[in-house]
């Protein structure tokens, strides 16, 4: 005898979440992550990484304009070294910071237009991503700071390897507990304390599923940016940084939204 079906909706699919863009907006899985910034970086990729380096110009000639004066300062002086260490490192190292940040603020300003589905430029990224660079720059220091900080005080203070060797768990548990502190001060305009709590507070209950999102995202990166610098050579090793600093942040980002999606689903776009 056949069945019929009495009860309504019984034998039906249940309804698919809607994709306006890159993800389904419902919680997601690793794979969603990994192959949503994988699209973004398909769809948006040539004007993330044009907004990057649009943005970094600046910084470059500002980086230059010290080389230059660092090395007329060597060329008077005997003490050349010192030019070197107290000038050309502290400058190269900022602009190396502000790269990072700009990275993580194009990424955070990119992620309502990629889940949306929305077109966006490369200069509409620089102009939303510019006012948030500070305060995203803050959130990494002090993301650093706290993990990589009570560990470089012990080396400071003369303490063997070996004896600050118990300080890595902590550092590597409070340097996952803040990944996404930076993209929380692009995404949501915080400060860079505030961005500390609520990567805290999203990050709870998922610190397992963050480190295993971040780590691969990061040696896809790193394979990256060694296969473009070995193929290309010297425009290699010119893009091979913006790569490094560009792949990362969609995979974090996307870690970010799938967070609030199932914590604080009023903050997703909408």
């Known amino acids: 005898m056949a069945q019929h079906w009495t009860h309504r909706g019984v034998g039906r699919l249940p309804p698919q979440p809607p994709r306006p863009g890159v993800i389904p907006l419902r919680p997601l899985w690793p794979r969603d992550i990994l192959g949503g910034a994988l699209t973004i970086l398909g769809r948006y990729g040539g004007r993330l990484l044009g907004a990057l380096l649009l943005g ?9 304009a010290v080389a230059g004066a660092a090395t007329l300062a060597s060329l008077t002086r005997t003490a050349g ?24 603020a194009l990424a955070a300003a990119l992620l309502r237009p990629a889940v949306l589905g929305r077109p966006v430029t490369a200069l509409g990224l620089l102009r939303a991503a510019g006012p948030r660079v500070p305060a995203v720059c803050g959130a990494r220091l002090l993301a ?22 118990p300080l890595a768990p902590v550092a590597i548990w409070l340097g996952v507990l803040f990944a996404l502190a930076p993209t929380a001060a692009g995404y949501e305009e915080l400060g860079p304390v505030a961005a500390l709590r609520r990567s805290a507070r999203l990050v709870r209950g998922a610190w397992w599923r963050t480190l295993g999102i971040t780590v691969p995202a990061g040696v896809l990166a790193l394979s990256a940016a060694y296969a ?11 893009l091979a940084p913006a790569l490094l600093l560009t792949l990362p942040q969609p995979a974090s980002g996307l870690l970010y939204m799938d967070r609030l999606l199932r914590r604080e689903p009023a903050l997703t776009p909408g």
Not at 96 to 104: Q, V, Y
Not at 228 to 238: D, P
């Open 56 to 64: 970094q110009l600046a910084g470059l000639l500002v980086l230059a």
């Open 81 to 104: 070294s010192r030019v070197f260490v107290y000038t050309l490192l502290p400058a190269t190292a900022l602009f190396l910071l502000f790269g990072w940040a700009l990275a993580t």
């Open 144 to 165: 650093l700071l706290a993990a990589a900080g009570p560990g470089a005080v012990a080396l400071a203070a003369g303490l063997p390897p070996l004896a600050v060797l």
């Open 228 to 238: 473009v610098q070995s193929r290309f050579g010297v425009l290699g090793s010119l």
